[in-house]
């Protein structure tokens, strides 16, 4: 469900307050949206959402509760490959490399011990393949 990069910004917007909460009603994202449109508006984009698979519904009560349809984790995994597809020919190493190189990205050392080790069990299942 590679849908990402045909979200709004309003969308993208509304599915990151759905994927904090876990699940959401229209009036949970009217509430929690910045300079939020009607409340209509907000049920049409979580209509909108729905028609493209991106989340689901149930009922509470009298309102329509909206779940993602993926676990965040996979969603991001699926927009990271579109986004290194798209933007770096594919190339994971390009991608990484110009986050890099971008003088804010800042990392701590329990952050760039971890990155190593990521990349030590990958040359190991690498070898193992």
């Known amino acids: 469900m ?3 990069q045909q979200l709004s910004r ?12 876990g699940e959401a ?7 929690d ?13 979580l209509r909108i959402l729905e028609d493209k698979g991106l989340l689901r519904h149930h009922k509470r009560g009298r309102e329509f509760v909206y779940q993602p349809v993926q ?3 996979d969603a991001g995994r699926s927009a990271l490959g579109s986004v290194v597809q798209t933007f770096f020919d ?3 190493e390009q991608a ?7 003088p804010s ?3 701590s050392d329990d952050e760039l011990r971890r990155l190593a080790s990521l990349v030590r069990k990958a040359r190991q299942a690498e070898k193992k393949s």
Not at 10 to 21: D, N, P
Not at 25 to 31: F, I, N, R
Not at 96 to 102: F, K, N, Q, S, T
């Open 2 to 4: 590679d849908h990402q």
């Open 10 to 21: 309003r969308e993208r917007q509304i599915m990151t307050l759905v994927y904090s909460r």
């Open 25 to 31: 009603s229209a009036t949970d994202v009217w509430e």
């Open 33 to 45: 949206l910045p300079n939020p449109p009607s409340r209509t508006a907000v049920r049409t984009m």
């Open 71 to 73: 676990a965040r984790s």
């Open 90 to 92: 594919g190339s994971l």
């Open 96 to 102: 990484v490399a110009a986050h890099l190189a971008d």
């Open 105 to 107: 990205t800042e990392f």
